[in-house]
């Protein structure tokens, strides 16, 4: 009877499971999300203090990496699965989840002291792939692997090489940091790097360096990579914000995922000057004295 009660107990070495809301797990995010995703993670723990999310931030090729080889059951980057990928996964009977969470766009960076502060799509272009005659650019971005310079290769530049005189600076603070310091350079990286968190109006960004104003090619005004105008669409270098997730049953990942579609996770996705998807927005004209 003692050895039946003994193998009917709880084993001290068996694996936790866990819930959508205690528990810990490791995900993988782009590293341009990280300061949205700190905080995000932040306030998820204050509502479920038993819950434990531990971020790693990396290139988002590196995230996709995780989630296949199962280093990481949930990703956050900036997008949802190709066809490639669905086939993968559909070989080997998982049904992976996505979603996007937000609007959000990448933010040109200059020197204070570079005149070029305002450019059209077709000047943006031609910087990308090199064939921009007016001035030589000096183009940085994070990491060579990294989101920021997918979206440029595939949607700016439609598979054209970058110039040979690229150079990746490593982070996103770098960038800003060698753009402060170069005239002639032009930073790419995602907007909520160069928010000012503390603008309740959401019109500010560091004062580093400056942000480059863009028109639109149907556009008729130039603007900057306010949430507004990436809302609409008036601002052009716009990407998704999404979640991925490979999880077997409904665990932290999915509880993670849940919250990042709620009322109180996107108003951190609105803090941090992305636009939300998964909230009714509503524009009204106002006048600023």
């Known amino acids: 009877m003692t050895l039946l009660l003994a193998a009917c107990g709880p084993n001290p070495n068996a694996k936790k499971v866990d819930t959508a809301t ?4 490791r995900i993988s995010v782009d590293e341009t999300y990280k300061p949205l995703l700190d905080s995000e993670i932040k306030v998820f723990e204050s509502l479920y203090p038993k819950a434990h999310i531990i971020p790693s931030y990396k290139p988002e090729a590196e995230c996709f990496k995780d989630l296949l080889d199962d280093s990481a059951r949930m ?18 009977k998982i049904t992976p989840q996505s979603l996007m969470l937000a609007w959000d766009a990448l933010a040109l960076v200059v020197n204070h002291a570079n005149p070029d502060s305002i450019l059209t799509m077709d000047q943006v272009r031609g910087i990308m792939d090199g064939t921009n005659n007016e001035r030589k650019w000096q183009l940085v971005f994070d990491n060579a692997n990294s989101s920021t310079v997918r979206y440029i290769q595939d949607s ?5 090489p970058l110039p040979a005189n690229t150079m990746a600076a490593k982070t996103n603070p770098e960038v800003i940091d060698y753009v402060s310091k170069n005239k002639d350079a032009i930073g790419v990286i995602g907007v909520s790097w160069i928010s000012d968190p503390s603008d309740s109006l959401a019109l500010a960004f560091t004062n580093k360096v400056s942000v480059v104003k863009l028109r639109a090619d149907n556009g008729s005004e130039f603007v900057l ?27 932290l990942g999915s509880g993670f995922a849940t ?31």
Do not use: M, W
């Open 22 to 25: 205690e528990g810990e797990i």
């Open 75 to 92: 990703i956050i980057v900036t997008r949802d699965f190709n066809a490639a990928e669905r086939d993968y996964f559909k070989k080997i």
């Open 156 to 160: 700016i530049n439609k598979g054209k």
């Open 225 to 251: 990579p306010y949430q507004a105008y990436i809302g609409i669409g008036s601002y052009p270098l716009k990407r998704g914000f999404y979640f991925c997730l490979k999880e077997p049953y409904h665990g």
């Open 259 to 289: 919250f990042l579609g709620s009322y109180e996770g996107q108003l951190v996705i609105k803090q941090a000057r992305l636009f939300p998807a998964r909230l009714n927005v509503v524009f009204r004209e106002a006048n600023l004295k």
